[in-house]
């Protein structure tokens, strides 16, 4: 494993490392994710905007390796993707490491990136979107830095809500299942599916999706 580059950042260190053709971001000595597979990132905004019409708004929380934008630039029914990712380094590294990835998603005249803190930043947008997709740690019982407790929480599920269109799909990343979280989304937001994805070791990757009612 080599390290490509290490950081410091006001919430600590953030390692990108290389193993052979894949790469690693590492937060505080946490795995965050790799580039061996991105099926579960790219489920995450295929069933969020499954029938999706023309005009759609979409919101992606978390930049990482890129899978996610990289199917969302996909989808000709999207009108404007915005993109929120803390890390100035992660966005910076899709110019170069990570490019391939993300397959020059950010290119794309429809994408607008934000570098800033997702709680923060709803606190001071007034956007509405189509489908928010939140994929900014291991889900919402394994957070990558405490203060992102306050997204899964039953305000910050609220905020979230606050930020959907009518009819709108927040549709959120778990490394693991989370039944208190569901009924969270269930009594918040609406009607809630859980798809699965299976993964080589341990449970299952877990894509929550509640449409608001």
Not at 24 to 39: A, H, P, Q, Y
Request: charged share 25%; glycine share 10%; aromatic share 6%.
């Amino acid at each position: 494993m080599e390290t490509v580059e290490r950081v410091e950042t006001p919430r600590g260190e953030l390692v990108l490392r290389r193993d052979a053709e894949h790469y690693e971001l590492i937060s505080n000595g946490v795995f965050l994710m790799d580039t061996r597979s991105g099926s579960s990132e790219r489920l995450l905004v295929r069933a969020a905007l499954d029938g999706a019409s023309p005009g759609t708004r979409l919101l992606i929380a978390g930049l990482g390796v890129g899978y996610s934008l990289a199917e969302a630039v996909g989808c000709a029914s999207v009108e404007e993707i915005v993109v929120v990712e803390i890390e100035p380094s992660v966005v910076a590294w899709h110019g170069t490491h990570l490019a391939p990835f993300s397959g020059g998603a950010l290119d794309d005249p429809r994408v607008r990136v934000v570098t800033a803190d997702l709680g923060n930043w709803l606190a001071t947008t007034e956007d509405l979107f189509d489908a928010i997709c939140l994929d900014v740690d291991n889900g919402p019982d394994w957070t990558v830095f405490g203060e992102n407790a306050a997204l899964y929480d039953d305000a910050g599920t609220a905020v979230l809500g606050a930020h959907l269109r009518p009819g709108g799909v927040l549709a959120v990343w778990s490394a693991a299942a989370s039944d208190d979280y569901a009924k969270r989304l269930e009594t918040t937001i609406g009607p809630v599916r859980t798809l699965l994805t299976e993964v080589e070791r341990g449970e299952p990757d877990v894509v929550y999706l509640a449409r608001l009612s």
